[in-house]
């Protein structure tokens, strides 16, 4: 269990702007990007009482959360993803889906996975059997990733954050989704024991404080 740094920060689209030519001169663009980005959908879960949404809410500092997320609406490229954070450190889980496996747990079926060998398919089973999780909303979103090998820093550009609201059609591209309120950018910054100061200074905008700005909460609050 590696746990990493995460800061995270809500910016303008002017900070956006700014801070994009400042990474682009200290740091790489991530390999998996397309021209400097990739479309990002995520289908997050919670319980009938919303039990990760008030934990994010009520400030709990040891909290998880599941989502199957898509890239590029590449249906080659699906993720079930576990993520733990406790204060200011977290860690991510990762299983490969397919579509048919993706498709089937958004259906209810899941059943098929008390038989995989992957143990954050078996945990996702666990929790969905002893807590009743089912999808919840879809989240859509633009990200710029930047690296840095040093620290193995980790740098993203988020913005055009959008809701599904009701919809959980996950694999549907034409599924509606729409800008959630005041939709911000967000810097987030991500790194192993240490940040090396050419990041630190590059990211530094010098009037912005830690936001405890979620996607998902955001996006509940058209329920």
């Given amino acids: ?3 990493r740094h995460e800061v995270k920060h809500e910016i303008s689209n002017h900070d956006l702007l700014v801070l994009r030519q400042r990474l682009k001169m200290v ?11 990739y479309e990002i959908r995520s289908l997050y879960f919670d319980t009938p009482n919303d039990k990760a949404l008030r934990e994010k809410l009520d400030g709990v500092i040891t909290r998880e959360k599941y989502r199957i997320r ?3 609406n590449n249906p ?5 993803e576990r993520k733990f954070k406790h204060i200011g450190l977290g860690y991510k889980n990762t299983a490969f889906l397919t579509p048919e496996q993706a498709q089937a747990i958004v259906d209810g079926d899941v059943e098929w996975m008390f038989y995989s060998t992957n143990k954050v398919i078996l ?19 633009v990200r710029e990733p930047f690296v840095f090998a040093p620290g193995n820093v980790r ?18 591209p034409d599924c509606v989704t729409v800008p959630i ?20 200074d590059a990211v530094q905008l010098g009037y912005r404080y830690n936001a405890a700005f979620s996607k998902y909460t955001a996006s509940r609050m058209y329920d």
């Fill in 1 to 3: 269990m590696q746990f």
């Fill in 27 to 37: 740091m790489k663009p991530d390999c998996h990007a397309v021209n400097g980005k």
């Fill in 70 to 72: 898509l890239y590029n």
């Fill in 76 to 80: 080659s490229t699906i993720h079930l």
């Fill in 123 to 141: 945990d996702f089973y666990t929790h969905i059997c002893n807590e009743r999780m089912k999808a919840k909303v879809i989240v859509d979103y």
């Fill in 155 to 172: 740098v993203t550009l988020d913005y055009g954050i959008r809701t599904g609201m009701s919809c959980t059609d996950f694999l549907n």
């Fill in 181 to 200: 309120q005041d939709s911000p950018c967000i810097l987030e910054v991500k790194w192993d024991n240490f940040l090396p100061d050419i990041i630190r």
